[in-house]
């Protein structure tokens, strides 16, 4: 069974920083594009970054160009995100996914993050 599970996430003020971890396993993703959504309260979900599998490719929706950085490290079936510069607007549930550049096919449960001004 596939499963991705996401940590990391907490609370933190207007400015600092978070890095958030998600975990693959349950099957291989050799091959997969891996993701960062994120959904706030009342909003829809939203595309926030990608990786290719090869780690040589990278997307961002602009609203984090600039202050949030997609890693991989394949040998150990994670993605992380490192989360600089953080504003309220950041406020949401991060969820990871897998997939392919147009459909993430697993999802993970979600790590919240919180940002306080």
């Known amino acids: 069974q596939a499963q991705l599970v996401e940590s990391g996430g907490g609370l933190v003020q207007a400015g600092g920083s978070l890095r958030l971890s998600c975990v693959a396993s349950?099957?291989?993703?050799?091959?997969?594009?891996m993701a960062w959504f994120r959904q706030a309260p009342g909003k829809d979900r939203e595309f926030v970054a990608a990786v290719s599998w090869d780690g040589n490719t990278t997307h961002y929706t602009d609203l984090v160009k600039g202050r949030f950085t997609i890693s991989k490290d394949n040998p150990k079936n994670t993605i992380y995100l490192q989360m600089n510069s953080l504003k309220p607007e950041d406020t949401a549930v991060y969820l990871c996914?897998?997939?392919?550049?147009?459909?993430?096919?697993?999802w993970g449960q979600g790590t919240q993050v919180t940002v306080s001004s």
């Open positions: 349950g099957r291989t993703f050799v091959g997969y594009t």
């Open positions: 996914a897998a997939g392919s550049w147009e459909r993430y096919k697993y």
